[in-house]
């Protein structure tokens, strides 16, 4: 059933924090995992991620075996909620693709195989088939498209993963727009990533800091400020990068100069800011959870992904919804900030119609 605004004054402090977190979790099935399903019953989460293999253990099989089970997992989840589930996945298409062939699912290509292409109906084709089996087994988020820009091919996490459509901000903007038009037309909401660019970037957040403080061009804000204006850019997600003419002491997931004065102010974004992983160690290794909560709510970000999928120890729902209603009953996060985000992210679940 699509929310509407009252559904926002019946949520609890405890339950409008919950809709600022999409978790994931272990299991293929909720008999193998029945906490899940007491957890999105009593905490009403924002969302979940699902995952292919399960990366801490080095194990094959996560949440994905096949396109049946995972229909049937979604529905187990959705059945409980209360209020509309996100469910997210990462498939951007090529190397980036949990629902994988050997699962059952169809091939999908790149974003490099379709910005050298260059044809914008093939990408929008392409981008169509990617969202039609999202749309086939309940998943109505897609963490895509990225549009950083390909700097370097070889040393970017980025390039080298051939995760970008380009070089150029106009052909990665023009591909991004195609590839948003194709999911649109099956329901799928999308997520532009990474916030204000990872292309420059010679290391990976995944394993630590990384500073484009040398790297990083004024081009890479250019794909992202032409889809804001086409309004074809719901919810961005952000980079845990540093650049330090940004902000003097914190990545820009946490700097309120980027997500508000940069994002915000200067290119109107009006959308969910949703934070990558959390668990990724550019910030585990330097921020404990109660600081990088604190932060963030106070920097802009309206919602924070913690995949469970990154570190040997889980990070709990119910422990980080009493971390946040701590802060706020102390007066280190105003209500009225949580309020903000919580009707950002019910308008654009009642948009889709969740």
């Known amino acids: ?13 405890r339950e409008k924090i919950a809709q600022l977190f999409i978790i994931g979790f272990k299991g293929s099935s909720t008999s193998e995992n029945p906490e ?14 699902l995952f292919d293999k399960d990366m801490v253990h080095q194990k094959p099989v996560h949440n994905i075996k096949s396109p049946e ?12 909620s209360a209020i509309p589930l996100l469910i997210g996945i990462d498939q951007e298409g090529g190397l980036i693709q949990r629902l994988k062939p050997e699962y059952g699912f169809p091939e999908t290509v790149s974003h490099k195989y379709l910005g050298d292409k ?3 109906d093939f990408t929008r084709t392409e981008s169509e088939k990617i969202a039609a089996t999202l749309s086939s087994i309940g998943i109505n988020l897609n963490f895509a498209p990225v549009v950083d820009l390909a700097y370097d091919s070889k040393s970017s996490i980025i390039g080298k993963r051939e995760r970008s459509f380009g ?21 799928i909401l999308t997520c532009c990533k990474h916030f204000p660019g990872h292309g420059s970037a010679v290391g990976d957040t995944h394993a630590g800091f990384v500073n484009v403080t040398d790297t990083w061009s004024d081009d890479e804000l250019i794909p992202y400020q032409t889809l804001i204006n086409e309004n074809k850019c719901p919810m961005i997600m952000t980079a845990h990068i540093f650049h330090s003419e940004w902000d003097s002491s914190l990545p820009a997931t946490f700097s309120k100069k980027v997500l508000q004065d940069l994002l915000r102010d200067q290119l109107n974004f009006t959308g969910v800011v949703i934070s990558d992983d959390m668990q990724m160690r550019a910030i585990s290794d330097h921020y404990s959870l109660k600081d990088s909560l604190l932060l963030g709510i106070n920097a802009g970000l309206d919602m924070f992904c913690f995949g469970n999928n990154l570190l040997q120890e889980e990070v709990k729902l119910a422990n980080v919804i009493d971390i946040v209603e701590d802060l706020v009953t102390s007066d280190n996060i105003s209500i009225d900030r949580i309020d903000l985000s919580v009707k950002r992210i019910l308008a654009l679940k009642s948009t889709y119609e969740l």
């Open 1 to 13: 059933m699509p929310l509407n605004i009252h559904d926002f004054y019946d949520l609890s402090l």
């Open 118 to 120: 260059n044809d914008l």
């Open 167 to 187: 070089n150029s901000p106009k052909l990665v903007a023009n591909h991004a727009e195609a590839y948003i038009e194709g999911h649109q037309k099956h329901h």
């Open 69 to 80: 089970q995972v229909r049937t997992l979604i529905k187990s989840l959705t059945d409980k």
């Open 36 to 49: 899940i399903l007491k957890v999105i019953e009593s905490e009403k989460p924002g969302g979940v991620i």
